[in-house]
């Protein structure tokens, strides 16, 4: 059992750190694109279906406090099939998520350097180079520190709190209008899809759940870290969206680099700058950390045969699990290379939906529920919805892997029983 050493403020910290990047840099500009000023109503279904979710991750942490989240859970309260599809599901979500932060960083620094893309196969390229060089990092066993981590949270908070501040001082000066700029009518689909897209955004909360192990008094602290988190997140995320929906310049709000571009009206110069450095600095860190994370996901469920077991192996001198870490680092390419972050972030809401569907459903297992029942249906029945509102190549895509990742543990634990 690992020391607990992570108290409430540690753990708010941790999933902060996890929860502010991609989403509020790159998928609230596609979200906003959808759904125009309902984007607001979109935010608060997602963090409503979030917290849902969000607690049954808690309860679940608090009664089998292990690592490795609901891939672990669906083992233990479900079956087998379903404890693969919660990992397998997780491997892809977050594959995309990352491919995302790759593609969305290389956006910033462009629109920063003032480099014209029109294709974005330089930023393909420059998005591969990058997930190159971190690869080369997490292989040689450099990892992220808790002060690196705080440091780059710190930046990326500042550049969005003067972003916020700065954007309705010049909101004020020009008599922007909330629905004036960017008024349409509502659209049911969109509505939902976007809420899909935007519940990606939240989805870092897990990240203090699967810290049980070294949480203070985790019935306790877990779920009121959570809490607290998505309620600082919703807080953050709709203070951005008013000014984004206030800007009168909302034509090239649909580049990964959305913030950025709203930021170049306010008429301060140094603003443009410090808003890419930060959406560049979150990430790259949230690329960093994904590696890291996603390798050590692989080696786990090599090492239960639920993946091919070559990728457990760690060389006798070494201690990094090279061929998980290259493995994940290829996987990640190939989604870099479908160029689009709306694409690849709607994939990673549909897998991270699947994901959490099957969590709600872990949580309607267990006896003496720590939460009202409720609340684990809720969020069952909307991740299940949501999943579908996406594109319909993207679901259709997302269905298929999960049907190839049942044939293959399948065949797995038939050849086992042989």
Known sequence: MLKRELGLRGAILMGLGSMIGTGLFVSLGIATDL??????????????IALCNGLSSARLAASHPVSGGTYEYGYRYLSPPFGFTAGWMFLLAKCASAATAALGSMAY??????????SGRWQVMAALGLLAVL??????????SAQVNFVILLVTFTSVLLFVLLGIGHLQQQGGSLWSAASQPLSLKNLLQATALLFVAYAGYARIAVLAEEVKTPRRTIPRAI???????????????????????????TTAASLEVVASTFGVPWLRPFIALGAIAAMVGILLNLLLGLSRVVLAMARRRDLPPLLAQIPAKGKQPIAAILTVSGGIALLILIGNVKTTWSFSAFSVLIYYAITNLATLQLEEPQFPRWLAVAGLISCLGLAFWVEVEVWLSGCGLILLGLAWHYWVRRAKAV
């Open 35 to 48: 759904a125009g000023p309902w984007v607001l109503i979109a935010l608060i279904l997602a963090a409503t």
């Open 227 to 253: 809490l607290l988190t998505i309620a600082i997140v919703l807080l953050l995320y709709l203070s951005v969206t008013f000014v984004v929906l206030g800007s009168h310049d909302l034509a090239n709000r």
């Open 135 to 144: 690869t080369c990092v997490v292989l040689l066993g450099i990892r992220r």
């Open 109 to 118: 620094l462009f629109q920063w350097l003032g480099l014209e893309d029109n």
